[in-house]
């Protein structure tokens, strides 16, 4: 019955055509989105995380949690030791269960490929985590979070394979190196990022350096 559940709210998401509609979709997932991903064996933050330790040191903040959901990648990191988290999504139905777990400093709604109300040059790093997938923040989106990162902090994202080059992710990340903007520090191998519930379906997750 889970499983039947949370595949038709996957569904819902992956299948949203504007904001509105992923708004909607994420407002109606919130209470019960912690337990459908757990069981789809949701292993991007574990993976995020390691590399999130490996580049940024607890000292740096603020932390941008772009696309914070309900605070899971959130979580994790203040379980490490990070602090001064500041979270922003589209959904406040989201936002209102990652309020509950008590770890942002703030959280906003906001909306990823649109102007992010935050000065240049603001967050010591970003982290992004299972929002550039299919049907969720254009490629458009990072030109704001380089902007709003300093130059020196790191970037760390996943991204679904199947959207890098045919939505203009591939292109925009070429630019923006091009551009002198950032530069790829690193990124993994490509991975199942719901491997119970869709073991074809891969993701990487991607870390650059601002400049």
């Known amino acids: 019955m889970v499983k039947e559940e949370s595949g038709e709210y996957l569904q819902k998401v992956y299948s949203a055509k504007d904001n ?3 708004k909607e979709a994420y407002d109606l997932w919130a209470g019960k989105y912690d337990e459908h991903v757990t069981s789809f064996g949701y292993q991007i933050p574990a993976v995020a995380a390691g ?6 040191m607890p000292d740096i903040t603020p932390i941008l949690d772009a696309g914070a959901g309900t605070g899971l990648m959130g979580s994790v990191l203040d379980a490490l030791g990070y602090r001064e988290q500041v979270g922003v999504d589209l959904s406040e139905g989201m936002l209102k269960k990652a309020r509950e777990r008590n770890i942002y400093t703030f959280l906003h709604q906001m909306i990823l490929g649109e102007k992010l109300d935050f000065p240049s040059d603001h967050f010591g790093a970003c982290q992004s985590i299972g929002v550039f997938t299919a049907g969720h923040a254009p490629a458009s989106a990072f ?3 380089v902007r709003v990162v300093r130059p ?6 996943s991204l679904l394979e199947d959207v890098y080059a045919p939505k203009g992710y591939k ?3 070429e630019t923006l ?8 520090t690193e990124k993994t191998k490509k991975f199942p990022g719901l491997p119970l519930e869709d073991p074809d379906l891969f993701h990487r997750v991607h870390v650059y350096r601002v400049h």
Do not use: A, C, R, S
């Not at 590399?51 to 940024?56: A, I, N, P, R």
């Not at 020196?152 to 994202?157: L, N, R, S």
């Not at 190196?177 to 790829?184: A, I, R, S, T, V």
């Open 143 to 145: 030109e704001e979070l």
């Open 177 to 184: 190196e091009n551009d002198g903007k950032w530069q790829l």
């Open 51 to 56: 590399l999130f330790g490996k580049y940024v």
């Open 152 to 157: 020196g902090g790191y970037i760390f994202f």
């Open 171 to 173: 292109e925009k990340f």
């Open 20 to 22: 509105h509609d992923l």
